[in-house]
């Protein structure tokens, strides 16, 4: 072995094992409430899947202004997403979130749902290339409190 290859391994395993105890001490998950409401939420009734997943980030040295990342539900129905948006308006109002949204000319690309907890929810239809080619759609309800 040469001499001078032992000291740049050292200090490549300090980094790595530096940076992977920065990484795991600084994550910043999901707070309970959003968790709490996206299990709560109303499974659509043509889900194919349905999966709540707390959302994580990393927040250096814990400061102040971070923010909780939101708890997401993943799901997948052979629906378009006009019919899925068509389900959780009136589904959501009537679990007392409010809404502003209206359809002018289309449906909207998205919804934002807001209740008297100080919660927002996010639904949208996820990116086209996740689509199957059997037709199946994903859509995500990212909730944040």
């Not at 105890?21 to 659509?44: E, G, M, P, R, W």
């Not at 979130?97 to 449906?107: D, E, L, R, Y």
Request: hydrophobic letters at 40%; one cysteine or more; proline letters at 7%.
């Amino acid at each position: 072995m040469k001499k001078g290859f032992i000291v740049p391994l050292i200090i490549f395993a300090i980094l790595g094992v530096s940076a992977y105890f920065f990484v795991t001490k600084s994550q910043v998950t999901s707070n309970q409430k959003s968790i709490d409401i996206a299990n709560l939420t109303t499974k659509y009734p043509n889900a194919q899947s349905w999966e709540v997943s707390p959302g994580r980030s990393i927040c250096p040295f814990h400061l102040a202004e971070c923010t909780s990342p939101p708890t997401t539900i993943k799901f997948a129905s052979l629906d378009p997403w006009v019919t899925v948006y068509g389900y959780y308006v009136p589904t959501m109002k009537g679990a007392e979130w409010g809404t502003n949204t209206i359809i002018i000319t289309s449906v909207p690309a998205s919804v934002v749902f807001t209740n008297g907890q100080n919660c927002q929810a996010t639904l949208n239809p996820a990116s086209e290339a996740l689509n199957g080619a059997d037709g199946t759609k994903h859509y995500d309800f990212s909730f944040n409190c």
